[in-house]
């Protein structure tokens, strides 16, 4: 399969099975376009009619060069992924919603764990308007998702992580975790700050364990700022991998969006503390992130006053959001928010000449390396190699699944109790998903986010379709930009 486009001046054509990017000129496009027709007279026909000035040898050597790409396995290559099996299963699940109806037959090879996300705060000091957990401001977590009210069930959860139970999520991740050597947690909430001294209580219990174990913590917060101190940057500093800092960027926006627990704007009390934090870090291992609601359509804008702040680690989420919220995106949006991301890609084209640029989360592509075969048809291991604990110790398959007692997993003193729910999971990649079989895309989204597909489809085998389009637009980009370095 390839993919054709159009983007910033350059005609693209992506060969989606190799990689294999390649610009060219308006007639080789055309020629690529045609070249996939079974009749080649019929091809060159009408090449032809729309280039006359070509004589019959230049179209018969212009369709021998891409003969030649084909045969090298960069144009047209045989897709090998379709029909082939993730290395972490031996089948596919047709997985229905998760209410105890999740089917799984046969064998599955889940991972070791690698990762918690662990929620050591269900309380927050904020009341943001999108949060897919917190809807009166008390309980739940920060985020850009909206699956409905879940204060109830965070409530059963737990609001703050005592020591002990965090300190045997780390001793599950250690047993879980096979033969693994390096292992991440990220402290999440709610606001994870409002359980600082826990935090730094699992902090240094994993630090504690490293050398005995053969294990090497990577630890991350995500905040939104209100209790950055010298402490904490003091603290972040020395045993934080990365910090996630929570910023809906233009003060109008933000304090739209974001806002106290008294219902006032909050980008006057954070922006400082967190300014204060990243300057600390030498502006080195952070990310801003935002997100961008219907409220916030021009959010090309909010990006670039972020790097006209002097950040430039920057990452802005589309909200997810049930449909009849305000600020939920539709799909009368696409265009323009198409047109943004095009506007964002040339204005950080821009910058990078001018020697002030900065990188944008959805724009890092690595065409040499990237991820492994596995995570191109798997994705990011949630549920298998990724999970969520939540303040009194319940394992979630992740953060958006948290207070949704269908996918509820077990917890960190018993460990993985359901574990037909980790491996329909486990079994779940871009060959399970019917949608993506003929999509150009899915060797970079893997089938994209399983919380979000459930949240769209009633199974974490669907697809979220407008996300699908987004993510589809943001590649585009990327390459694009990825084809400039070329020139």
Not at 181 to 206: A, C, H, R
Not at 274 to 298: C, F, M, P, Q, S
Request: hydrophobic residues 30%; glycine residues 10%; charged residues 25%.
């Amino acid at each position: 399969m390839i993919h054709c486009y159009k983007l910033g001046g350059y005609n693209i054509v992506l060969d989606t099975t190799s990689g294999a990017i390649h610009s060219v000129d308006d007639v080789a496009y055309e020629a690529i376009n045609l070249y996939g027709n079974e009749d080649r007279i019929k091809s060159a026909t009408e090449l032809k009619k729309k280039y006359p000035e070509l004589t019959s040898t230049d179209i018969t050597e212009l369709f021998e060069e891409i003969e030649e790409l084909e045969r090298g396995g960069k144009l047209f290559s045989p897709d090998s992924f379709i029909g082939a099996r993730s290395p972490s299963t031996e089948k596919t699940h047709d997985n229905s919603p998760r209410e105890d109806k999740a089917k799984a037959s046969g064998t599955v090879n889940t991972p070791p764990v690698k990762a918690l996300c662990m929620n050591v705060s269900h309380l927050c000091n904020m009341k943001c308007v999108y949060c897919f957990a917190c809807s009166e401001g008390h309980t739940g977590s920060t985020g850009d998702a909206d699956p409905g009210d879940r204060d109830a069930v965070h409530d059963g959860d737990g609001i703050l992580m005592d020591l002990e139970t965090g300190k045997r999520a780390v001793d599950f991740l250690i047993e879980a975790s096979g033969d693994r050597k390096n292992l991440d947690i990220d402290f999440f909430g709610g606001e994870p700050l409002l359980n600082l001294d826990v935090v730094k209580g699992i902090v240094k219990y994993g630090r504690s364990l490293e050398r005995g174990r053969g294990k090497k913590f990577r630890f991350t917060l995500t905040t939104n700022g209100l209790l950055i101190d010298d402490d904490v940057i003091d603290f972040t500093n020395r045993e934080m991998y990365n910090v996630v800092l929570s910023l809906d960027v233009r003060e109008e926006i933000h304090n739209r969006q974001r806002k106290l627990l008294g219902g006032q704007g909050s980008y006057a009390t954070v922006l400082p503390k967190i300014k204060k934090l990243v300057e600390a870090r030498h502006h080195k291992d952070y990310y801003i992130r935002g997100t961008y609601t219907r409220e916030n359509l021009d959010f090309a804008d909010d990006i670039q006053h972020l790097a006209d702040l002097g950040f430039t680690e920057l990452s802005m989420e589309p909200v997810v959001a049930d449909n009849n919220k305000p600020y939920c995106l539709k799909k009368d949006d696409l265009p323009g928010l198409f047109e943004q991301y095009e506007i964002l890609a040339t204005e950080m084209l821009r910058r990078k000449k001018q020697g002030r640029g900065f990188s944008f989360y959805h724009f890092t592509l690595d065409l040499t390396g990237g991820p492994c075969v596995h995570k191109r048809m798997a994705g990011c291991g949630v549920g298998t190699e990724y999970l969520a604990v939540t303040p009194n110790g319940n394992l979630y398959p992740c953060h958006q699944f948290v207070g949704n007692r269908g996918f509820l997993m077990g917890d960190v003193r018993s460990g993985i109790t359901d574990h037909k729910l980790r491996e329909a999971f486990g079994a779940g990649n871009i060959n399970t998903r019917t949608e993506c079989s003929l999509c150009w895309a899915r060797l970079y989204c893997s089938g994209g986010c399983a919380a979000n597909a459930h949240r769209a489809s009633g199974s974490i085998d669907g697809i979220y379709e407008l996300g699908c389009e987004l993510f589809k637009k943001r590649i585009e980009c990327a390459i694009m930009m990825k084809v400039t370095e070329g020139d």
